[in-house]
């Protein structure tokens, strides 16, 4: 059999069990619980075989044969690295499903969905050519406003937001089917900008095909020198950025991912943590490497890649401070989400902007791993507390460690990580990412990023305390007193997040063993030709790498220490009064309020405007105008018909009737009276020709 094949089936697999859910649900509601897990498991396996088994290359098929346009599975480091991390947190996530989601309506579309979502991941990651890769983009986003809305009766539990808030007159509370149809507008507004970009190149290159792309892009008359020459290659490199932003709810489209968190705890660790947000990350080093070759023969890397840096470093900080004060334990993970990407993106862009590409590029896949690790644990955890404590605000919960130890162990071991505590694997990931930016010069974009990793480790403690430490809030008492004690999860919840923080921690304590490794790994992925920038690495003296690590831990440990000694030695209570500087970062730098002013309060405004002012005062105006000289018009017309037409038709016909009569009394119908007037017409004719013609 064609290893290639095993590929393939990597993709297919989830989608085939998406459409054999039905079936299965009709047979049996633990048949088709079971044969969920089970494709995932298959792809998960599938995703390994391939990495070990199947040779590097691009395996292709034809697709349209008239356009020159393939179908195919590009087999390299980097999609291999981004398959094996979606299929087997996937399956880890699909396996917390069974337990958590059990008794909930809609189970079937439930797993239709998040087998439907997976497939399309992976088969956005292996795709070798861009058109291949925005069906699957576009798979996820679909699935994504899916998931967001599974409860879609949109009872007050599943909403986010706490009652009564509002921001410049707007709600801040959102349903699931208005926060589905949030992600999915937003998201769309990023897919526009890159499904234009995909359509420029393709016009110019007449190929949607990743090593094609590269293959010319050197070439004196290449599609990118075509661009340059109309002034359209950095434009389209940020227009194709633009679905990254998107997707991986940068600013200034990341405003649709807190509110996302209306799914379920499962959703949102699939698709809002470990997965689809990491689909920009992973387009962006997907293309950020076509785009310096390309961009660099005109003198336009560091434009490009430091809006990609820029972006990503205040993304960073702007969604770590709204985690800072966040009431909802979902939505401070939701925007540490937003602000961890943006980590990545920093570090995707400092590759372009250093002298050390690879470098910078291993550490934002670095990071992706890591964050995917203690962000899925963290969400999974999550989920249970809200279920024990039967409310989504941290206020609400409170002393429940004595009763959830191995939860509590969990959370503390991905929030550790979160945090970058020296021998968990956020640590390494993201000392990698700040020692980057200091050793290129990029000082500002550090600070930035060191404000961010105290901000981080103030909100991950802050989180932990309210939530877990002190006594059980009134709310928690009151759920014991009627009989409902907190609890464990059972083994088919706990033990995925249980895994996974432990996971973060041996990534931590073995990175020095396999950073090398993988790196070389990953770096195969530029070994042709066809790369041409600087793949090796280089590092500053032991003495700055060790002051670089120094300063971002204590950062981090002074940030988390602050919190500690205010949330977890004191009961905490949530009070509506705040500071201008907590309002304002409560209310999401109102940012969430204005767009939600101009571009849904405004269009609607403006289109009432239009039907107003326009429709019905000039268009229904001139209509009414129009219409009325016309019946005028129509009017008069029937007069001139009634009184001119009809009259003189009539009296053609009157007088053309007399005429007839007159001429029918000359028709006697004897035949002597015809035979005399006969010749006496003779006789006329020849008289007439005799005396006049014959004269003349």
């Given at each position: 059999m064609d290893s290639s094949i095993l590929a393939w089936l990597i993709w297919i697999t989830p989608l085939a069990g998406a459409l054999l859910t039905p079936i299965f649900a009709k047979i049996h509601s633990r048949?088709?619980?079971?044969?969920?897990?089970?494709?995932?498991?298959?792809?998960?396996?599938?995703?390994?075989?391939?990495?070990?088994?199947?040779?590097?290359?691009?395996y292709m098929v034809n697709w349209i044969p008239s356009l020159g346009i393939t179908a195919g599975v590009l087999v390299d480091p980097l999609s291999l690295f981004m398959a094996n991390i979606v299929a087997w947190i996937s399956l880890l996530i699909m396996i917390y499903s069974v337990g958590y989601m059990k008794g909930e309506f809609g189970m079937t579309r439930y797993w239709f969905f998040m087998n439907l979502f997976i497939g399309n991941?992976?088969?956005?990651?292996?795709?070798?050519?861009?058109?291949?890769m925005f069906f699957g983009w576009e798979g996820v986003g679909l699935c994504s406003y899916a998931l967001i809305g599974h409860f879609y009766r949109d009872e007050p539990k599943h909403w986010v937001g706490s009652p009564g808030d509002k921001a410049l007159g707007v709600s801040e509370e959102y349903s699931p089917t208005k926060a589905g149809m949030k992600a999915f507008v937003m998201t769309r507004i990023g897919d526009i900008a890159l499904l234009i970009a995909?359509?420029?190149i393709f016009a110019f290159a007449r190929t949607f095909n990743y090593n094609q792309l590269v293959a010319h892009v050197g070439d004196s008359g290449s599609w990118a020198a075509n661009l340059a020459r109309l002034g359209l290659l950095l434009p389209t490199a940020l227009l194709f950025f633009g679905g990254p932003i998107g997707k991986s709810a940068q600013?200034?489209?990341?405003?649709?991912?807190?509110d996302a968190m209306t799914?379920?705890?499962?959703?949102?660790?699939?698709?809002?943590?470990?997965?689809?947000?990491?689909?920009?990350v992973f387009l962006t080093g997907r293309m950020g490497p076509v785009f310096f070759i390309a961009l660099s023969q005109f003198n336009q890397v560091s434009q490009f890649f430091g809006v990609i840096a820029w972006i990503g470093a205040f993304t960073a900080l702007l969604a770590a401070s709204q985690a800072a004060v966040a009431r909802e334990i979902k939505k401070v993970l939701a925007y540490s989400t937003v602000s961890q990407i943006g980590y990545m993106m920093l570090a995707l862009g400092m590759a372009g902007l250093s002298a050390n590409f690879l470098a910078g590029y291993t550490a934002g896949l670095f990071h992706l791993l890591s964050h995917a690790v203690f962000k899925a644990s963290l969400f999974l955890a999550a989920g249970w507390v809200l279920h024990v404590a039967e409310s989504r605000f941290m206020d609400e919960m409170g002393g429940l460690a004595k009763a959830m130890k191995f939860t509590s162990a969990s959370m503390l071991l991905a929030g550790l990580s979160l945090m970058g505590i020296p021998l968990f694997s956020g640590f390494w990931t993201k000392d990698a990412i700040l020692s980057l930016s200091f050793l290129g010069g990029q000082y500002i974009l550090y600070g930035l990023a060191l404000i961010t990793a105290f901000v981080t480790g103030f909100y991950t403690v802050r989180m932990l305390g309210i939530t877990l430490a002190g006594k059980p809030s009134k709310h928690v008492e009151d759920l014991m007193e009627g009989g409902k004690h907190p609890h464990e999860a059972g083994l088919t919840m706990l033990i995925p997040y249980l895994l996974l923080a432990v996971g973060s921690l041996g990534l931590g304590l073995a990175y020095p063993l396999y950073s090398g490794p993988l790196?070389?790994?990953?770096?195969?992925?530029?070994s042709t030709t066809l790369y041409k920038f600087p793949a090796g690495i280089s590092s500053a003296s032991g003495l700055t790498d060790l002051l670089l690590l120094s300063v971002s831990t204590v950062v981090a440990v002074v940030g988390?220490?602050?919190?500690?000694?205010i949330y977890f030695r004191k009961d905490y209570v949530f009070k509506t009064g705040m500071n201008p500087i907590q309002r304002f970062l409560y209310k999401r730098w109102y940012l969430d309020a204005i767009y939600y002013r101009v571009f849904v309060t405004g269009l609607l405004a403006a289109s009432r405007g239009l039907y107003r002012y326009v429709e019905q005062g000039i268009w229904n105006r001139l209509n009414n105008t129009i219409g009325r000289d016309i019946m005028d018009y129509s009017r008069a017309s029937d007069q001139l018909d009634t009184q001119v037409v009809d009259r003189a038709a009539n009296e053609v016909a009157s007088y053309g009737s007399r005429l007839s009569n007159l001429l029918r009394k000359l028709q006697s119908g004897v035949t002597e009276q015809y035979v005399i007037a006969f010749a006496i017409g003779i006789i006329l004719l020849l008289t007439y020709m005799l005396f006049v013609v014959g004269a003349t």
């Open positions: 048949l088709r619980d079971i044969a969920a897990v089970g494709f995932t498991l298959v792809a998960a396996l599938l995703a390994a075989i391939t990495a070990l088994a199947v040779p590097a290359r691009d991941m992976l088969l956005l990651v292996l795709a070798d050519n861009l058109l291949m995909i359509f420029l600013f200034p489209l990341q405003e649709w991912l807190p799914g379920p705890a499962s959703v949102s660790a699939l698709i809002h943590a470990a997965t689809m947000v990491k689909a920009g790196t070389t790994y990953i770096a195969g992925t530029f988390g220490a602050i919190a500690y000694l």
